[in-house]
Each structure stands twice: as structure tokens, then as C-alpha cells.
């Protein structure tokens, strides 16, 4: 008799091993956890001879408690619990086993189940799913099979026994899941990151022997909140901007996804650097979200020849623009407030002032502060000190090696950057020595636009007697180019030159920072000059030529230019306000 | 352009270079100014004189017509060809007593 007990209990034992063993492995080799759960209920109940189980998982977010199986007893799927409700919401609340023996005198008892199914729960016994301190839900099973038996001391540790390989289960499954849609986010990220990157300007064809712009752009994480984007203008000048979004990630991305769709859609019309900023920050102000702003430096390069590389810069908020020429830095900080804060006054036009740079030959730099706060080998950040050091270490390289230098300081391979480091470059070498050298000049065949015969010059000036210099290299530019000889060249220039000193003193009345608009086109036979203002109209008797005899100083101009225009034509714009003087002059030469 | 003037036998003479513009031409008229009202003969060299338009044109002009109220001598030298263009455009060309060197028109003004 003895013996069989003993015999007996170590059968029990044996079976409780087995059950414990199958019931691991399910569960460790699982990442569908309700359905490993919905399969090892019927034999965790079968061997508690138990009348029904059920398993209860916590949303770790909204704290709610659902039955995603039950077995036996009623169908209670679905059913869910506040957190710390009932003899389950409580076992998952203090993480503690439960055994009630006395359910209906159990004062956490959730009778309302009971009630809707006329199931009568006599006792229960209910583990924690958990892993040390963290519960993820709960196993209950309901009364014992025999009507008069009662669950004991001894069940509640097989199946708490039980709940705890099950939570690891969970756990796994769960931690699966969160990896499965990391990699979802990480493979969008870096699709993300991949069209930004065609974002970025292709490189620029010319015929000279280097290459005049170049960008880098180092993002910290997948997506970048910095951009450098640059593009050649019809009329050979560069257009160029560099911009660093407050902030990083997708948000930042985004916001710097608009501001650089902006910066080239606009800028092939607004051909101020200025006036384009303060679109682009009348854009932001109206749309931009959650105080994240832009700070962007833009500029535009005139490698042509008589032009000197004139830079024209504007600032918003930018780190100071850096020009280094033979071994000489200059610093051209923000003139105005980051893009996107300050929205312009009722009425204006809010443009960003424009600095005149002429680089003499030397290089302009534009960065991000993930450059000059970038961590060096050192340990150290950079500093704007950092960055001279290297450039004139490196002076003697092309410019795609001096941006390797300046990025390599602070960007080692394997190690994080601190943030997104983006540097563009500008070397003045574009510009011919020789003044006269006009085969860089040549256009592309893209550039074929209609209006009047084929286009030469687009130009938009202020009304000031500063850009009168830049103005008569761009007519000689467009006079040489078709084959005008010296003499007649010189003659269309000073002619361009009066017209344009006329808008100045009788359109505008002086000087202005209103524009002058300027287009050449080439006819068959003859250019087409199109010079108009914005300014209210002139009677054109109030420039007629002054009588020659009459020795005086002034009121030369129109005379000179009936001399050497063979007609002109004072208009009215097609459209908007001001003045339209139309030029011709025949020319007879366009050797091919 | 240059507006260092030096003197010679009581004559001050320019020696203007590169462009002469609505930008330039205001400083021009004054220095210019500034010598024929003083009664002092006043000797202009425009050989390096790369352009020139109507506003510089105007500030010869009227220091041509103030030295010649008082009496004084003013003289263009030694005229670059685009300079020499642009008054020949203006037909103020005769108008203006030109001479091939500055030497000549130093010359001229002091016998």
C-alpha cells in the first residue's frame, strides 16, 4: 500500500514534468502566443482538472485586461477588465498568485460574469503571467471538476509554474512584434533617406577645369534635417543654398523636404536671393508647425565674364558664411531671423538684405553647425577655429578634397555623428582670366526660350548706380557672344547704360531698391533690348534728347541712345505697373 | 579711376583710368570742380580711360564752362578711343579742346 502511493506520486510528478516540458517548448518556439495559448489551455485544464481556463493579456498602453481564449466552462472571449478589476485584474495588479476557495464571499469577485451566464464559479485559482516584475496577464482557471473539491496550495505553484514559460512566451512574441515593425519603420526610413538624397543637386556641367560648387550632406540619423541644393541659371549664373531645419528626424526631414522644393521651384523665377528667402519665410510662417524653423543662407554666383564672380548672399539666421581668399578668412553673419519665425509686416515683401561678395578667386563656405559642434578625433568640437585650420591646411586641394577634409574631421566611419553635418562650397575658378574668353559663356541648348527670338540675357537689377557695372557686362556679354565686333558692342553698351540711367533718375526718381528688368533677345538681323521698371508711367517727352547746340552739362543720354539704337520704343508692360523701352539694333554679323 | 592729380607750371592734371559711370562721375565732377573754381588751369588725360558715359561726360562739361567763365584753361589729353567715341556720339568732340599728350596741353595752357 505503501509502495503504490509512493508509486503514484511519483507518476504525478512525472506528469507534472512532462506537461511543464511540452508546454516550454510550445511556448519558447512561438511568436503566435494566442494560439500556442488557445492550444495549451484544454491540456493545463485537463491536467488541473479544472472545469475551464482562461487567459488575460494587459495592453501595457490603455491598462485594459481581454480574454483572448478560454477553454471549458463558458465562452468568455473578449471579455475585458479594468486594471486591478476582479480577482484576474487584481492578480495582474499585484502580480500575485490567487487562490479563493470562497469565490462568492470574496469581496474582489467579479459576479457580473456569473450573472450573464448562469455559470456558478465556486473557486478559482489564478497566476500571474510575468517575468520579475513585469506582468503581461493572467491564467484562471475555474473550479475543480469534482463538485465538492476545492483547488489547494499545490496547483497555484503548478501554474504559476506554467504562467511564467507562457509570459516568457508573451514577451518574446511581443518583443518580435515591436522588431518586425522597427524594421518596417528602419526599411521606410532608409527609402525615406534615399529619395531626399536625390534631393541633392546632380553636379554641374561646365567646361572648365574644376568644378565650381559642391556639396556634402552627412545625415546623424537615416533622414536629414539639413540641405544644400544649387542649380545653374539660363543666364550662367549660379544659383545656391544651404539650410539646417531646427531639430532632428522625420519631422525635421520633412519640414527640410519642403523648404528645399521651395528654395528650387522659386528660385529659377525669384532671382534674388533675398526676395526668395523671404517668400520661402512668408511660406513657413503661414505653414510651418509646432515652432520648428529654418535657419538658411542662399546666394547667387556670376561667373561671367565682367561680372568679377560677384556673389550676392542673404542670411536668415544662418551660421556666418565663410570666404577664405589667399589665406584670408571673412565672415558674412545672418542679417535677418531664421525662416519660419518672424512673418513680414502687412504689406511688405519681408526680403532678407543681400550682401555683394567679389571672391577675388577664393572659396565661400557655407555649413551647419553639425560641422563646427562635430566631435574631432579629439574628443573636442570642431570650431569655426577647426575649420579655418583645415582649409588653409588643405588649400591646395580641389574642392571636392577640402569638403572631404572638413566632413572627415568630425565624421568617422562606425562612430555616430552628433548631428547632421552639411557643407557647400564655392570656388571662384569658373571665371575666365581673360575676360574676353567668352567660350565658358556658351549656353546650353536647353535655354531656347521664346519671347522674342532667342534668349541671351535675363537680368533683374536695383534702380542703383552700383549695378550699372554689372549691367554693361551683361550687354557686352550678349553683343559678343553673337559676333558684334568691339566698336559696336561698346556702342550697345553705353546706349543700355543711358537707358538705364534714365529709369534711375526719371522712373524712380534716384537711386531705389526697385528693379530694372532687362532682356536681350537675338532676331534675325538684329538684338532686341526689353528694359523695364516698376514704376509709375513717364510721359516719354520728359526724356526726349536735349538740343545739341546747347552746350550743358546733362540731358545727354537719350541723345546718345537714338545715336546708336536704330529704334526705340517707349511702351506700356503688358501687364502690372511701369515702363517698357524697347531697343533695337541691326546687326549684320552672326558668323557661324 | 584715379583722381590723384599732381601739378605742373601751375597746371593740375588728372590722369583718369578704368570706367567712368553713374556710380563714379559724382566724384569726378567734384574734384574737377574743385580746381577750375579756384581759377587753376586744369589738364585731363584720358588715355586709360576704358569707358565712359553721359553722367562722366556732363562732369567735363560743366568744368569745361566753369574754367572757361573764369578764364581758365581745360583740357582733354590724349583721349582713349572709346572715351573719343562716346563725345564723338555726343558731338561734343569739337567742343572741347583735345590735344594728343599732356605735355601739349600743359603746352598750351601756359604760353
Known amino acids: 500500500m505503501e509502495q503504490s502511493k509512493t508509486e503514484s506520486m511519483h507518476q504525478g510528478i512525472q506528469e507534472q514534468i512532462n ?15 494566442d494560439d500556442t495559448l488557445s492550444k495549451a489551455l484544454p491540456q493545463i485544464t485537463d491536467y488541473m482538472q479544472a472545469e475551464g481556463a482562461a487567459v488575460f493579456l494587459l495592453d501595457e498602453d490603455t491598462q485594459v485586461i481581454t480574454c483572448i481564449a478560454c477553454f471549458g466552462a463558458t465562452e468568455i472571449t473578449g471579455l475585458t477588465l479594468e486594471y486591478g478589476q476582479g480577482i484576474v485584474g487584481k492578480c495582474v495588479a499585484d502580480n500575485e498568485g490567487a487562490l479563493v476557495r470562497d469565490v462568492q464571499n470574496d469581496p474582489h469577485f467579479y459576479a457580473a460574469v456569473d450573472d450573464q451566464t448562469g455559470f456558478t464559479t465556486r473557486s478559482i485559482l489564478c497566476a500571474p503571467l510575468s517575468v520579475k516584475d513585469r506582468c503581461v496577464g493572467a491564467i484562471e482557471l475555474v473550479n475543480k471538476k469534482k463538485s465538492d473539491d476545492l483547488f489547494e ?71 536629414s534635417g539639413d540641405f544644400f541644393d544649387y542649380f545653374k541659371l539660363p543666364d550662367g549664373r549660379i544659383y545656391f543654398g544651404l539650410g539646417d531645419v531646427s531639430g532632428k528626424g522625420i519631422n525635421a526631414a520633412l519640414l527640410m523636404s519642403k523648404t528645399a522644393s521651395l528654395f528650387r521651384c522659386l528660385g529659377k523665377t525669384v532671382r534674388d536671393p533675398g526676395r526668395l528667402l523671404g517668400i520661402i519665410n512668408t511660406e513657413l510662417c503661414e505653414t510651418a508647425a509646432h515652432g520648428m524653423f529654418v535657419t538658411m543662407a542662399a546666394g547667387i554666383y556670376d561667373p561671367r565674364p565682367g561680372c568679377e564672380g560677384l556673389i550676392r548672399l542673404a542670411n536668415a539666421g544662418h551660421e556666418p558664411v565663410l570666404l577664405h581668399v589667399d589665406g584670408k578668412f571673412e565672415t558674412f553673419g545672418a542679417d535677418g531671423p531664421p525662416l519660419g519665425i518672424v512673418p513680414p509686416l502687412p504689406g511688405e515683401d519681408g526680403a532678407y538684405p543681400e550682401v555683394q561678395i567679389f571672391p577675388k578667386g577664393g572659396s565661400l563656405y557655407i555649413y551647419t553647425d553639425g560641422l563646427t559642434e562635430g566631435y574631432t578625433s579629439t574628443g573636442l568640437p570642431l570650431e569655426s577655429e577647426g575649420v579655418r585650420k583645415i582649409l588653409n591646411a588643405c588649400a591646395d586641394e580641389d574642392l571636392q578634397g577640402r ?45 531656347n526660350e521664346e519671347m522674342d527670338g532667342e534668349w541671351l540675357i535675363d537680368f533683374r537689377f536695383p534702380a542703383r548706380p552700383s549695378w550699372m557695372k554689372m549691367a554693361r557686362a551683361c550687354v557686352r556679354e550678349a553683343c ?45 538681323g538684329r538684338l532686341v533690348f526689353r528694359l523695364r521698371d516698376f514704376a509709375p508711367t513717364v510721359a516719354p517727352d520728359k526724356i526726349k534728347p536735349r538740343d545739341l547746340d546747347d552746350v550743358r552739362p546733362g540731358g545727354l543720354g537719350t541723345h546718345l541712345i537714338q545715336e546708336v539704337m536704330d529704334d526705340v520704343q517707349y511702351l506700356r508692360p503688358s501687364h502690372g505697373e511701369g515702363n517698357l523701352l524697347k531697343l533695337v539694333k541691326n546687326i549684320e554679323i552672326n558668323k557661324g | 579711376m584715379n583722381l590723384e592729380t599732381r601739378e605742373e607750371n601751375g597746371v593740375i592734371i588728372f590722369e583718369l583710368d578704368g570706367e567712368v559711370d553713374l556710380e563714379t562721375s559724382p566724384l569726378l565732377r567734384q574734384a574737377l570742380l574743385d580746381h577750375v573754381n579756384k581759377g587753376t588751369p586744369v589738364v585731363v588725360g584720358m588715355a586709360d580711360v576704358a569707358y565712359i558715359d553721359s553722367s562722366g561726360i556732363a562732369s567735363l562739361v560743366e568744368a569745361y564752362q566753369t574754367g572757361r567763365r573764369s578764364s581758365t584753361g581745360f583740357i582733354l589729353a590724349n583721349v582713349s578711343d572709346s572715351a573719343l567715341r562716346v563725345l564723338q556720339l555726343a558731338r561734343l568732340d569739337k567742343v572741347f579742346t583735345i590735344t594728343a599728350t599732356i605735355d601739349d596741353a600743359i603746352k598750351d595752357l601756359t604760353t
Not at chain 1, 420 to 425: E, I, K, R
Open chain 1, 153 to 223: 496550495e499545490n496547483d497555484l505553484q503548478i501554474l504559476k509554474t506554467l504562467a511564467s514559460s507562457a509570459a516568457l512566451a508573451v514577451l518574446n512574441a511581443r518583443l518580435a512584434k515591436a522588431l518586425v515593425e522597427q524594421e518596417r519603420v528602419k526599411r521606410e526610413l532608409e527609402l525615406a533617406a534615399e529619395i531626399q538624397k536625390r534631393f541633392l543637386p546632380d553636379r554641374i556641367e561646365i567646361t572648365g577645369p574644376e568644378l565650381p560648387i559642391a556639396g556634402v550632406n552627412k545625415a546623424a540619423r537615416g533622414v
Open chain 1, 19 to 33: 506537461l511543464l516540458a511540452s508546454m516550454t517548448s510550445e511556448f519558447a518556439n512561438t511568436l503566435d502566443v
Open chain 1, 403 to 447: 569638403l572631404d577634409q572638413l566632413v572627415g574631421a568630425v565624421f568617422q566611419v562606425g562612430n555616430t555623428l552628433r548631428d547632421d553635418v552639411t557643407v557647400l562650397a564655392l570656388t571662384d575658378s569658373l571665371r575666365p582670366q581673360d575676360e574676353t574668353n567668352t567660350k565658358l559663356m556658351q549656353r546650353g541648348d536647353e535655354s
Open chain 1, 480 to 524: 559678343i557672344k553673337v559676333g558684334c565686333d568691339d566698336a559696336l558692342t561698346n556702342d550697345v553698351v553705353l546706349a543700355l547704360d543711358e537707358a538705364c540711367q534714365n529709369v534711375i533718375r526719371h522712373a524712380y526718381g534716384g537711386p531705389s531698391d526697385e528693379e530694372i528688368e532687362l532682356n536681350v533677345r537675338q532676331r534675325p
